[in-house]
């Protein structure tokens, strides 16, 4: 769903994963991981002449499998990101990302960090 600048995109979808790893208790696991539920989000505007987008995306992992839940410290986990983006010009553009997590990627409990970002597109 959408409008004018803005867009909302939920979604549902079964988990299959394959990963391999040698740094936690359980090293390989291929097989049905439960189900994520997330959403895609954002906003394009204009402030004081800029050209500007914020967007979240965001996604819940539930039901995870035991093997993989041992890993991952639990069976839900929390993955997604919120971003400012800016068109400095027509060829360089810069984006803060504040970026967070729960029982994801191997962490125990919750865990964040801020990116800058600073492109150029030729």
């Known amino acids: 769903m959408g409008g004018d600048g803005w867009w ?3 979604w549902v979808a079964a988990n299959y994963t394959n990963v391999k790893n040698d740094f936690n208790v359980i090293t390989d ?3 049905f991981n439960g189900a994520t539920v997330g959403w895609s989000a954002g906003y394009v505007f204009e402030f004081m ?3 500007l987008l914020l967007a979240n995306w965001n996604e819940i992992e539930l039901f995870r ?3 993989y839940a041992t890993n991952n410290n639990g069976s839900t986990g929390l993955n997604g990101g ?4 800016w ?3 027509n060829n360089i553009n810069t984006t803060i990302m504040y970026r967070y997590y729960h ?3 191997g962490a125990d409990g919750y865990g964040d ?3 800058y970002r600073l492109a150029y597109t030729f």
């Open 49 to 51: 002449g800029e050209d």
């Open 8 to 10: 909302f995109t939920p």
């Open 29 to 31: 696991f291929n097989g």
């Open 65 to 67: 499998a035991d093997d």
């Open 103 to 105: 029982n994801k990627l």
């Open 113 to 115: 960090i801020l990116i």
């Open 82 to 85: 919120l971003n400012l983006g």
């Open 87 to 89: 068109n400095i010009t």
